[in-house]
């Protein structure tokens, strides 16, 4: 381990050498680093060198080698100037996911039995898989919509292969591990995509059979009928239904129901009184988890498999029709015939693995690898002419917010994504939902550095959280082939909607009785009333809060204009044959709402339209 990390560690989070946890802090951190892209890897170590060099160029030593008072005098040079600031608190985040998880790791009681055993799945390792093949269609991706197109093709008798680039990981699996080590496993690159622009948005997504449905909230809201109407009405995508009986059977495959309130937890039973005292409307979220225990672990994987995404709910009825997943399979390019009459077919895939490649072969190409992944598929596959493909792009904008309450609330004891607050949705674009953090990654705006930050750390249980997602206008694009790149510039209207999501959340943890509210501005870390939040707003823009998004939509939008659409209002990719289009990238718009249901019904209507349903 290298000493300026360490030195670095112990500094922010103010060890003293009074605890065992704070000492495993920067081997865990090491840990986090580990499962990050080189360049945000690199970026943490420079700075560790950086400060190691101010410690010795002030001291003549280097930061592992200071007392604790001296660690602390060193940062606090450093974090008296602006520039340095928000470096620090950049530096903080990896910090804080390993910090709480060693704090907590021997007082978190160990998962209950699952719900019930993990139904089969057909899955072979795609070192084992034979060197050529064919199929009667392939599916790219295990998500939300490549499940769907599997299942609906397979149950059609179709022989189906699904090529997912990550692994399958089961319930026990997740039973044994804490979460911060199921998150850096179930995440491409760590969890640490981030889309590029005038306010970088980190923008995490799922890499496992199952897509990002492993390890989202479990939150299922029906598509808003105003989205259907404009989906239909202004691009001329839907079935004549409008997706109503597509929607329908989503519900019925997750199980789709009212969370109880009994299994609840303090985080959203405070959101309910927050909005109750308002006046707001707000209610128990409706999610996929029958049987949910509250283990407040939705993004790092159900412990009890309670949450039915789709590798334990769509994924095992495609097996039993037949179909097979191949994992570790990552897709180079979709394999085209060009001399066909009537112009050029999907022929199959061609797919990388460690030690070489193999192919199938298939007249049928479903591409389900997620809006930011199937745009460079298409791409690598020459099949990437379309002027707008790429584009449209919506990420759903979100921030958090956090009020500390006299009385413990525990927010990681209950269900991880609880209550909706919808009095600011359909009017203002922005949907509350209380949201709490797996237990031991704690919180990103909790202030302060070393024993202030310390401090924070061992009052957290009295925090509650806020998220708050705005539907965004399409401001982003997906760049590049091999390596993705995502460009997404907040529109301004939006910038504002995040202010105006700020300014709800405050006012609603207020209203439930909060003595201050946690910004996770370094320069106003607390406020105590709505008139010093409404201060702090005034002077202050989105860029300045911490701003991640989670559903990406857009990006092969389907629709009936050639011009603006790269999948036709079928989902079939245009300029090709044989090319279905069956994940979030097919959405024209933002769906305004967690997009699951969204998406798996879109999927099942591509493919119920290219069967002739």
């Known amino acids: 381990m290298s000493p300026a990390v360490a030195g670095l560690v ?5 060890d003293d050498g009074s605890t065992e946890w704070a000492a495993r802090v920067p ?9 990050l892209p080189a360049g945000p890897r690199s970026a943490f170590r420079a700075a560790a060198h950086a400060v190691d060099a101010y410690a010795r160029a002030r001291t003549g030593r280097g930061m592992a080698a200071l007392t604790p008072a001296e660690r602390a005098a060193v940062l606090s040079r450093l974090a008296a100037r602006p520039a340095l600031l928000p470096l620090l608190e950049t530096v903080k985040v990896p910090v804080l996911l390993a910090a709480g998880t060693e704090r907590m790791l021997k007082s978190t009681p160990p998962a209950p ?3 019930r055993p993990d139904p089969p799945l057909d899955c072979t390792p795609a070192e084992a898989w034979p060197a050529r093949t064919t199929a009667d269609a392939v599916v790219i991706g295990s998500g939300a919509g490549g499940a769907m197109a599997a299942r609906t093709l397979a149950r059609a008798g179709l022989d189906v292969v699904v090529l997912e680039e990550g692994h399958h990981h089961g319930t026990d699996s997740f039973r044994r591990r804490a979460p911060l080590e199921r998150f850096t496993e179930l995440y491409r690159d760590g969890g640490a995509t981030v889309a590029v622009g005038r306010v970088p948005v980190l923008l995490p997504t799922g890499r496992a059979v199952g897509g990002t449905t492993l390890v989202n909230s479990g939150t299922c809201y029906r598509t808003p009928d105003r989205v259907l109407a404009r989906w239909s009405t202004d691009f001329g995508f839907a ?3 409008g997706l109503a009986a597509q929607l329908d059977e989503a519900e019925r495959t997750l199980g789709v129901a009212r ?5 609840l937890g303090a985080n959203g039973r405070l959101a309910l009184a927050g909005a ?6 707000a209610a128990p979220l409706r999610r996929n988890a029958p049987g949910c225990r509250g283990s407040c672990a939705c993004v790092v994987g159900c412990p009890t498999g309670a949450k039915q995404s789709v590798q334990l709910s769509v994924l095992p009825d495609a097996c039993a029709a037949g179909a097979r997943i191949v994992t570790g399979a990552r897709v180079e390019r979709v394999l085209v015939d060009g001399d066909r009459p009537g112009g050029p077919r999907a022929a199959g895939v061609q797919v990388r693995r460690d030690g070489g490649h193999f192919e199938i072969l298939a007249p049928l190409v479903v591409a389900a690898a997620g809006a930011l992944q199937s745009p460079p598929l298409l791409r690598r596959s020459g099949l990437g002419g379309h002027p707008r493909l790429g584009r449209n792009l919506s990420v759903h904008p979100a921030t958090t917010l956090a009020g500390r309450f006299a009385e413990p609330v525990t927010a990681w004891e209950g269900v991880l994504q609880s209550v909706g607050v919808e009095e600011h949705h359909e009017r203002d674009g922005v949907l509350i939902e209380a949201t709490a ?3 031991g990654m704690g919180t990103f705006v909790l202030p302060g550095l070393g024993a202030g930050l310390r401090r924070e750390l061992d009052d957290a249980h009295r925090l509650a959280t806020l998220g708050a997602m705005i539907a965004d206008r399409p401001s982003g694009r997906v760049l590049g082939g091999g390596r993705t790149l995502i460009r997404y510039d907040l529109h301004r209207r939006d910038a504002g909607r995040l202010l105006h999501a700020v300014r709800a959340m405050g006012e609603l943890l207020l209203a439930a009785g909060a003595e201050e509210v946690l910004t996770g501005i370094p320069a106003t870390p607390r406020v105590r009333t709505l008139g010093e939040l409404d201060d702090l707003l005034a002077r202050t823009g989105a860029h300045q809060f911490h701003v991640s998004a989670y559903h990406p939509t857009g990006t092969v939008a389907a629709g009936a204009d ?10 079939r990719l245009r300029g090709v044959h044989g090319v279905l289009i069956a994940d979030a990238s097919v959405l024209p718009s933002c769906p305004e709402v967690n997009p699951q249901l969204s998406i798996m019904a879109a999927a099942l209507a591509v493919t119920e339209l290219h069967l002739g349903h």
């Open 259 to 263: 969370q109880p309130l009994d299994v």
């Open 562 to 571: 050639p011009r603006r659409c790269p999948a036709d209002a079928r989902g």
């Open 27 to 35: 081997g865990r951190v090491e840990t986090v680093l580990a499962s």
């Open 10 to 14: 112990a500094a922010l989070i103010g």
């Open 239 to 241: 079935p004549a239904d």
């Open 113 to 115: 039995a699952p719900v």
């Open 276 to 281: 109750r005292a308002l006046g707001w409307t």
């Open 437 to 439: 953090t797996p237990p």
